[in-house]
């Protein structure tokens, strides 16, 4: 019964801490869209730090999305092509494209490449500053730091992801229909390429990926954000800072898409 009871009790407190981590999240969140929303109330300096943030969240990761992107339509969209003209399933390869590329993988695997570029260096770079003393000197300088530090990469970082999944989807897409015409034979030409993809995407789609992409994006920031700043203010905590918020927003992320495509699809 007291081996019951304890269970119990740890269960209980998980879940309670759970809760409370995701009100956490939620209230980040929150606030830094609230503090967008005025948009020309924003101060120069917070959209300057935007600005890098969408620099090094986006454009400098544009070369290994592409390499990427080049990579999943050799493996995916051209063995995709040859097994279903084996089976003679030709008219399922545009719905395979859209499934696999546009709904699932694409912003699945932008998610990734952003967790371990930028939320890892987001972390670190919060969890450094807390050691430094740096955060709690912006406070004696009348300087909120949630303004200044969070809020323009909240909006930074989701800017980044919608606009590298496009590029992903453009580039695996464009990619994958030049590569069929060298490698598959009897490869469908251009307008049946574009009639196969044309017939099996819709606007909900588009709904889809921002939905893929945005939410990831906040909630990637706001992990980052929350667990380089909480937590005792030492050195050694750095690297388990850095390693909590890779890990919970991998979770949050899978998390987040599995449930909009059970919502979606389902």
Do not use: H
């Amino acid at each position: 019964m007291l081996v019951r009871m304890s269970l119990i009790d740890a269960i209980g407190d998980r879940a309670c801490d759970l809760a409370l981590y995701l009100v956490d999240v939620a209230t980040i969140i929150g606030n830094g869209i609230l503090f967008l929303l005025p948009w020309r109330r924003v101060k120069p300096v917070t959209r300057l730090v935007l600005v890098r943030q969408v620099l090094f969240t986006g454009v400098e990761a544009v070369p290994f999305v592409a390499l990427l992107a080049g990579l999943t339509a050799l493996s995916l969209v051209v063995q995709g092509q040859v097994q279903l003209q084996g089976f003679g399933q030709s008219d399922l390869f545009g719905k395979l494209l859209v499934v696999m590329l546009v709904r699932e993988l694409g912003p699945l695997l932008i998610a990734m490449v952003v967790i371990a570029r930028s939320g890892s260096a987001m972390a670190t770079e919060m969890a450094n500053m807390r050691v430094a003393g740096e955060i709690q000197a912006l406070e004696w300088s009348g300087i909120d730091p949630f303004r200044y530090l969070v809020v323009p990469r909240l909006a930074g970082v989701c800017i980044a992801l919608v606009c590298l999944v496009l590029l992903f989807i453009a580039i695996s897409l464009t990619g994958g229909f030049l590569l069929s015409l060298v490698l598959v034979p009897n490869a469908p030409g251009l307008a049946r390429f574009t009639a196969l993809l044309a017939n099996n995407l819709t606007p909900f789609d588009g709904v889809i990926i921002l939905a893929k992409t945005v939410i990831p994006g906040l909630l990637i920031t706001a992990i980052a954000c929350l667990e380089g700043t909480r937590g005792p203010a030492i050195v050694t905590e750095v690297p388990r800072a850095t390693t909590r918020g890779v890990v919970r927003a991998i979770t949050a992320v899978f998390v987040w898409d599995a449930l909009v495509t059970a919502l979606a699809f389902i």
